[in-house]
């Protein structure tokens, strides 16, 4: 499916009475006062499952594993006491012994997302994995002559996975770092199941506030757009000014995620489930490149597309300038924002539904409030840790220069007070080299 | 000139600081070249001269700043700048359109249709600069510095002489501290009529009373030249301090010439990274009995005659000044191995033992020397293994009895009995004479891994550990050395033939068998 019937789609695509997102966006609004943080095993067995290529072969289960396993097991043993304490371990309570053992049982959740949140986090993070090169997976480490027998039942559960790709990256940069640090995660499988949890929030954090930021500028390829946090233990006095309003243009940006995606939607043709969907800066560099005949058809569509999403939604007809495709995009653009905004209106409550949930779902571990210093972006020391740890990835230390480039590519940027501490945080943790006095010459190593 | 002025000449802030080619005037001229240590790597430098660089040599004389490349440089230039050339200005350029990279390019440009080795002295963050912003068409030199990074020192016609490879400091046996710092403090203190800054002392009589001078009595005490500079090789094994030679140079001149008495500039001065770290080890922060009953009836004015009469023997001594009690605590600490009055202040020497740096330190030249495998193995057994078990063990000390702690599954502990123990044979190979940490080998059951460094706070923290104390995740500082190693215990152990299962109510052994597993409990 191409970008070209997606877009000629939109001529007649129907307008639904109720706006909705399905893609890009790994949170919806907050139903209820209850927060529910994502399974992240669940997550984490459906981001496994793409990058290795890998899922249960059909009619496979967690049940008939157990059974099998413990007949392999019960063969070898012949002791009932014992056998039972091995049921209690690996299989009693959800199996959570079994997951303790290595990633690769994390398969058996692909899939068995049962809260909305968690399928959301998973497709949008595992949709970055897609066109992305295959990982092998590397089994903990830590097996005993037991366990092995268990990983080794496992395999006859597993077959190659051939995944669909039907949605474009939104945010390149950040798939192709994401899919580096996903990587580097699987070839330390003892680190990485401690971490999962730490990983899949960051990520899920970053790319809501980096895709966030990229939407306005649909003129050009997203890029890492500057977002500075402070650690925990920083103090944010008055004059940083950058990590000051960090937080409130980040939402302000947030607020316009729901709109602009919904409008998006009927660019991709909702209706079709077969048809690729791609972000709204690929269907304007597309709409440019064309020979002007081309272009003058899809212009007219969108012309007729802003039409009746105006008129549906009972907007007057634009009253702006429409003349290039890129006065559609815009009056695209600002027409969802427009319709979201109406005082009393339903869509504004629903829009700042959405914003809560970022701020209660997706970055509540970033967010902290100094009171009268206001409300700023954190990076606590575990968050921090794993993250220089991904940035310093394959090699064994990195110049500190080049860390904090690394961690502009991942969307977290640091002002030069913060990047003081930091180096402060590091001699702390003790995984600093200086090679001489010059801030030049100042190594982080990777402390796994 | 005057003792203030010539002394002032010593700080860092002071013009004479910098080296360039120029001359100063005849008085500095002579304290430079009286006060001039000449250091090993000098002497590798001029000898890399005489011999004659071949043509299109490039000789990289690398550093921090302060360290002396310059000096160095300059007292060489008129000798040898007939037949190399010399740029001793690699960290600017002299173009506002240009940047230093640009101006190292240029410089690499012009060596390369030249016919004279060249000879540049450079801060080795700006090679690093040059090794990632230089242009392309000097590849080869980026690459040269790329395997300096790595270790080597001779890349093709590219020379690296580095002030890293040369410390300051040493810890071998019989020549603990440095040589460099002590000749330079015997230097400055020295009582003749060679040294000019004494030579200044004695002409300014009229000023004695004055702090300056009576710092400078105090620091010709050579048991107090010791002392500091023991109290420095502290600083630079915990703290990782670097010490070039014009941090030196001002380090000195604030001991002499800071706001206060010598014991206080030391430890309470209030300049810079190096007075940070060694506020780290003001003896004030000791607790113990005798300091604090110091401190407090000082702080109330309760009489002590002994003490009066050292007071008044120390003033006799030094000079006349008025301390709080604090400031005695620190005198008492660097006057400890001299002889005065009733020796009031000796009271204290062993409230000042540093004994995790001694340990450190002895435990250093086992692994250098291995002279002594006995005493070394006494180490291994009962302070790194022990405290590296008691960590590995720490959730469930009493389950796994004398095993090692492997995994948990859902309530299930498991674990696993394996032999550590040192790995005399690695050790032989691990260690170079680095300072701030030594290599520790172990073999676990007849696997060896990977040596892993040990510096003071490592050792602190398996001193602490086996006193009791827990690490949490929130104490990152060290801990993660520590739990790298005990994961790698953990992996090897992991693979034993005998598992041990311990839960409430029950403890279970599986024996692998001839592809059978043989459970039993005990």
């Known amino acids: ?448 | 000139m005057n003792f203030h002025a010539l002394l002032g000449t010593l700080a860092k802030s002071s013009a004479q600081a910098v080296s360039t080619l120029k001359k100063h005037s005849p008085d500095i001229e002579a304290l430079r070249s009286y006060l001039y240590v000449k250091t090993e790597i000098e002497t590798r430098f001029v000898d890399a001269l005489n011999q004659r660089l071949p043509i299109g040599t490039i000789l990289f004389l690398c550093g921090s700043s302060g360290d002396g490349k310059s000096e160095i440089l300059r007292r060489h230039y008129d000798k040898f700048s007939v037949d190399n050339r010399f740029y001793l200005d690699a960290t600017h350029s002299f173009k506002p359109d240009q940047n230093a990279v640009e101006a190292l390019d240029q410089l690499f440009d012009e060596h390369n249709a030249s016919n004279k080795p060249l000879i540049v002295g450079i801060n080795i963050g700006m090679m690093f600069n040059f090794q990632n912003t230089g242009a392309d068409r000097h590849a080869a030199i980026k690459e040269a510095i790329g395997r300096f990074i790595k270790g080597d020192r001779d890349v093709g016609r590219y020379r690296f002489l580095s002030f890293e490879d040369y410390p300051k400091f040493s810890l071998e046996e019989g020549k603990v501290g440095s040589d460099f710092i002590s000749k330079l403090l015997a230097k400055v203190t020295a009582s003749s009529s060679e040294n000019p800054l004494y030579a200044a002392y004695l002409c300014d009589e009229k000023n004695h009373h004055k702090l300056e001078y009576q710092n400078y009595r105090i620091l010709q005490e050579e048991s107090v030249q010791k002392l500091i500079v023991k109290t420095l090789l502290y600083v630079r094994l915990k703290y990782d301090q670097f010490f070039s030679a014009r941090a030196i140079m001002d380090f000195i001149h604030n001991l002499i010439a800071g706001d206060s008495i010598l014991f206080d500039n030391l430890f309470s001065s209030s300049s810079g990274e190096l007075s940070e770290s060694l506020s780290h080890l003001d003896p004030c922060l000791r607790r113990t009995q005798k300091i604090d009953e110091f401190v407090v009836q000082r702080s109330l004015n309760i009489s002590d005659r002994e003490f009066e009469y050292f007071k008044i023997e120390y003033q006799a001594r030094y000079g006349a000044v008025e301390m709080s009690p604090r400031s005695w605590i620190r005198a008492f600490y660097l006057l400890r191995y001299i002889d005065l009055g009733n020796n009031y202040h000796q009271k204290f020497s062993l409230d000042f033992e540093n004994i995790i740096f001694e340990d450190y330190i002895n435990i250093w030249q086992l692994h250098h020397s291995l002279s002594d495998k006995k005493k070394l193995r006494g180490f291994y057994n009962k302070t790194l293994i022990a405290s590296l078990t008691k960590f590995a063990n720490r959730l469930v000390p009493k389950l796994v009895g004398d095993g090692l702690y492997l995994a948990e599954r859902n309530g299930v502990t498991i674990s696993a009995t394996v032999s550590i123990g040192m790995d005399s044979k690695a050790l032989e190979e691990s260690n170079s004479g680095q300072i701030h940490c030594f290599k520790a080998a172990l073999k676990v059951e007849d696997k060896s891994i990977e040596p892993f460094p040990i510096t003071v706070s490592f050792l602190e923290l398996t001193e602490r550990i086996l006193a009791g104390y827990r690490p949490n995740r929130h104490d990152k500082n060290t801990v993660v050395i520590l739990e790298e190693v005990v994961e790698k215990i953990t992996k090897i152990a992991s693979k034993s033939k005998a598992l041990y299962f311990h839960k409430d109510g029950g403890d279970w052994s599986l024996q692998f068998e001839d592809d059978e597993f043989v459970a039993e409990t005990y």
């Open chain 1, 1 to 448: 499916m191409s970008l070209k019937e997606n877009l000629q789609a939109a001529a007649s695509v129907e307008i639904k009475d109720r706006n909705f997102v399905n893609h890009f966006l790994t949170f919806r609004q907050q139903r209820g006062e209850k927060i529910s943080d994502p399974d992240v095993m669940a997550v984490a067995g459906e981001l496994l499952s793409i990058a290795w290529r890998k899922s249960l072969k059909k009619g496979t289960s967690l049940g008939k594993f157990t059974e099998a396993s413990m007949t392999r097991l019960s063969k070898k043993i012949a002791d009932e006491e014992f056998e039972s304490v091995l049921q209690h371990m690996y299989f009693d309570d959800d199996a959570k012994g079994l997951f303790q053992v290595s990633p690769e049982f994390m398969l058996f959740k692909a899939g068995s997302a049962s809260s909305g949140n968690t399928r959301h986090v998973g497709t949008v993070l595992g949709n970055m994995l897609l066109s992305r090169p295959e990982v092998a997976p590397v089994s903990s480490e830590n097996m005993n002559f037991l366990e092995a027998e268990l990983l080794d039942e496992f395999q006859s559960c597993v077959s190659e996975l051939s995944p669909p790709d039907a949605t474009e990256d939104y945010l390149p940069f950040m798939g192709e770092v994401f899919a580096e640090d996903l990587s580097l995660l699987c070839s330390y499988p003892g680190y990485m199941m401690q971490n999962l949890k730490a990983f899949v929030g960051l990520y899920n954090f970053l790319y809501s506030a980096q895709l966030a930021m990229n939407l306005h500028s649909w003129r050009t390829e997203p890029t890492s757009k500057p977002l500075y946090f402070i650690m925990d233990t920083e103090r944010a006095s008055s004059e940083r000014t950058y990590v000051r309003e960090a937080l409130n243009a980040l939402l302000g940006y947030v607020g316009d995620l729901f709109p602009v995606l919904s409008a998006l939607e009927y660019l991709n043709q909702p209706d079709n489930k077969e048809a690729t969907r791609f972000p709204l800066w690929k269907h304007f560099q597309y709409i440019e490149k064309l020979p002007d005949e081309e272009k003058y058809e899809l212009h007219q569509g969108l012309k007729c597309f802003l039409e009746s999403y105006r008129t549906t939604r009972g907007r007057e007809p634009w009253g702006g300038e429409l003349s290039t495709p890129e006065d559609v995009f815009k009056a695209i653009v600002s027409t969802a924002t427009e319709i979201f905004s109406q005082a009393r209106s339903s869509q504004l409550t629903v829009n700042r539904k959405v914003v809560a949930s970022f701020e209660t779902e997706v970055a509540r571990h970033f967010i902290q409030n100094r009171k009268r210093g206001g409300r700023v972006l954190i990076m606590n020391q575990d968050y921090l840790l794993l993250l220089t740890n991904l940035a310093v990835g394959n090699k064994e230390k990195l110049q500190y220069q080049q860390l904090i480039e690394e961690f502009k590519r991942r969307g977290v940027w640091f002002d030069q007070q913060s990047q003081q501490a930091l180096i402060e945080f590091y001699e702390r943790v003790g995984n600093l080299e200086r090679m001489s006095d010059s801030g030049d010459a100042v190594y982080v190593r990777k402390t796994i």
